[in-house]
């Protein structure tokens, strides 16, 4: 299936041509000055998201767990995600925080391959262009066997660059913070600054592993340079 990582920027794309750890010491929880706030889900707040779907719908939904609101997503043998439009100049906003916890990794996924595009939870950003099919995608994933750190192309197109964050199910059942420079990450991967900002995305996925995936989603902030 032409998929997710690459269609999903590019689905984005063209939406977007007519616009243009524990929670006590989770870095997506703390306040950062002039930061701007991507997902309330601990307030219960899915306002400003969208489904995307390709094979299969994967189930999203505001839980309590761990003594907080957060999103849940089950996957069965299925693929699609939920995508918030935000404008943003990621060289005044570099800073995407977030937290997110899984149940375990997926046994089948294979990151190289196309059979194997699967993960178990993905933050997506994602840098639209006026010609759609030059969209670029990072997408950072939780990842089964990629060492954590390990940055490659996506196994359908090199418009999308795929990032373990995580990796392994040495912290499956505990909440993990996490803090990106995706103004950096993108001259790293891509050799040039990064246009706009135009829309942040997440998912889990099991349409081609046929596998199953639980993952939860904390609140996601784009912030400031920490001073």
């Known amino acids: 299936m032409i998929v997710r990582v690459f269609m999903l920027p590019v ?3 063209v939406g977007l041509a007519g616009m243009f750890l524990s929670p006590e010491v989770s870095f997506a929880d703390e306040t950062i000055p002039g930061q701007v706030t991507v997902a309330a889900f601990s307030r219960g707040d899915l306002s ?6 390709f094979s299969g719908e994967t189930e999203y939904s505001i839980v309590q767990i761990d003594g907080r609101k957060a999103l849940r997503a089950v996957s069965k043998n299925a693929a699609s995600g939920l995508v918030k439009k935000i404008e943003k100049d990621p060289s005044q906003y570099p800073l995407l925080r977030w937290s997110w916890k899984i149940e375990h990794t997926l046994k089948r ?17 994602v840098f639209p262009r006026v010609l759609f099919w030059k969209t670029r995608a990072i997408n950072y ?21 795929m990032v373990a964050v ?30 706009p900002l135009g829309a942040v995305a997440l998912m889990s996925d099991t349409d081609n592993t046929a596998d199953e995936a639980v993952a ?12």
Request: hydrophobic share 35%.
């Open 109 to 125: 996924e294979n990151a190289t391959k196309k059979s194997g595009d699967d993960f178990v939870a993905r933050v997506y950003v």
């Open 141 to 161: 994933v939780w990842s089964a066997k990629l060492p954590k750190g390990t940055a490659i192309p996506n196994a359908y197109t090199a418009n999308a660059v």
């Open 11 to 13: 689905l984005i794309a």
């Open 48 to 53: 400003g998201w969208s489904k995307k779907i």
């Open 166 to 195: 995580e990796s392994g199910d040495g912290k499956a059942g505990t909440w993990v913070s996490e803090e990106r420079n995706i103004f950096e990450d993108y001259k790293n991967f891509f050799g040039e600054d990064p246009p």
């Open 216 to 227: 939860y989603f904390g609140d996601i902030f784009l912030s400031p340079s920490r001073p």
